[in-house]
């Protein structure tokens, strides 16, 4: 039993059926979109820490998206690169000089925030409606200054990105290869 909690805590009771370069691949790529200055411009996104920090778990989101329903093992997947995501976050946190007492509430507030944007954006991107995702998104990333046309852009973008990676094999992404559409040709889906 304790062994079982050994392993379970340092990682070991994880499958290890996908290689550590993959999600490793995936993250990389959805950060670098993430932070793409164009993005920024395009869509005038808030170019803050909580303005970033949506950026990416809207990115994740629409890597997920993409990823839910194949198989299990694309869902493992998934789960791993949003893993690498929270260490991210945590490592970031504590090289920021926020507390180890805080550093777990954080995480759990910032899972909560990522999973409540699946919520908001799923049926609206499934079903492509551009209006409902920009009041989600007005509500999520421009809630400080609501910005109907950026908001519709972003949409758009969304919408645009689902189309792209639904071009992408399964297997491509099991090989650690994403690519996102180019920012400013959300209109070409």
């Given at each position: 039993?304790?062994?079982?909690?050994?392993?379970?805590?340092?990682?070991?009771?994880?499958?290890?059926?996908?290689?550590?370069?993959?999600?490793?691949?995936?993250?990389?790529?959805?950060?670098?979109?993430?932070?793409?200055?164009?993005?920024?411009?395009?869509?005038r996104l808030p170019d803050t820490?909580?303005?970033?920090?949506?950026?990416?778990?809207?990115?994740?989101?629409?890597?997920?998206?993409?990823?839910?329903?194949?198989?299990?093992?694309?869902?493992e997947l998934s789960q791993q690169?949003?893993?690498?995501?929270?260490?991210?976050?945590?490592?970031?946190?504590?090289?920021?000089?926020?507390?180890?007492?805080?550093?777990?509430?954080?995480?759990?507030?910032?899972?909560?925030?990522?999973?409540?944007?699946?919520?908001?954006?799923?049926?609206?991107?499934?079903?492509?409606?551009?209006?409902?995702?920009?009041?989600?998104?007005?509500?999520?990333?421009?809630?400080?200054?609501?910005?109907?046309?950026?908001?519709?852009?972003?949409?758009?973008?969304?919408?645009?990105?689902?189309?792209?990676?639904?071009?992408?094999?399964?297997?491509?992404?099991?090989?650690?290869?994403?690519?996102?559409?180019?920012?400013?040709?959300?209109?070409?889906?």
């Open positions: 039993m304790l062994n079982t909690i050994f392993n379970f805590l340092l990682g070991r009771g994880k499958s290890h059926s996908i290689p550590r370069h993959v999600p490793h691949a995936l993250y990389g790529a959805v950060v670098a979109q993430a932070r793409l200055p164009a993005l920024f411009e395009n869509h820490y909580n303005g970033r920090f949506d950026v990416m778990l809207l990115h994740l989101f629409l890597l997920s998206h993409r990823l839910k329903g194949e198989d299990a093992k694309s869902h690169v949003f893993d690498l995501f929270l260490d991210d976050m945590d490592r970031t946190m504590r090289e920021q000089g926020v507390g180890d007492v805080s550093v777990p509430k954080r995480l759990k507030k910032m899972s909560r925030a990522f999973y409540g944007r699946i919520g908001a954006y799923e049926a609206a991107l499934d079903q492509e409606n551009a209006a409902e995702l920009a009041d989600s998104l007005n509500r999520n990333i421009y809630v400080k200054s609501p910005d109907e046309a950026a908001a519709t852009g972003l949409a758009n973008y969304m919408i645009a990105c689902k189309h792209h990676l639904s071009r992408i094999a399964r297997e491509a992404f099991m090989r650690g290869e994403l690519s996102w559409p180019n920012v400013g040709e959300e209109s070409a889906g």
